[in-house]
């Protein structure tokens, strides 16, 4: 099995910058794919960036492209989402996500808010 924790969410002014990270633990070398998701408050969760094993990143949300930018760190287990430009809009708790050996995992999520 493989167990996420992210940190580093937090309040911050529209214009400002957070950056999110998800260290992963368990049975790290099964991992392939790993992502960033958010979910606001009434609306459905949804996809901000994946990036591969390989550390390509694809799959930005139109609404974060240009200000998002996910990374990731193999032998540290850890997947970054660097937030730049940060709107009201973006006031989400992030979930990262792992796939491994066809299963998919979840980290508890971090609260981000941006204020206007």
């Known amino acids: 099995q493989v167990q996420l924790a992210e940190s580093g969410g937090g309040s911050v002014q529209a214009g400002g910058s957070l950056r999110l990270s998800c260290l992963a633990s368990?049975?790290?070398?099964?991992?392939?794919?790993m992502a960033w998701y958010r979910q606001a408050p009434g609306k459905e969760r949804e996809l901000v960036a994946r990036?591969?094993?390989?550390?390509?990143?694809?799959d930005y949300a139109d609404s974060v492209k240009g200000r998002f930018t996910i990374s990731r760190d193999n032998d540290k287990n850890m997947v970054d989402l660097q937030m730049d430009n940060l709107r009201p809009e973006d006031t989400a708790v992030y979930y990262c996500?792992?796939?491994?050996?066809?299963?998919?995992?979840w980290g508890q999520g971090t609260q981000v808010t941006g204020s206007a």
């Open positions: 996500y792992a796939s491994s050996s066809g299963f998919d995992y």
């Open positions: 368990g049975k790290t070398w099964t991992i392939g794919g």
């Open positions: 990036i591969t094993r390989g550390k390509i990143p694809r």
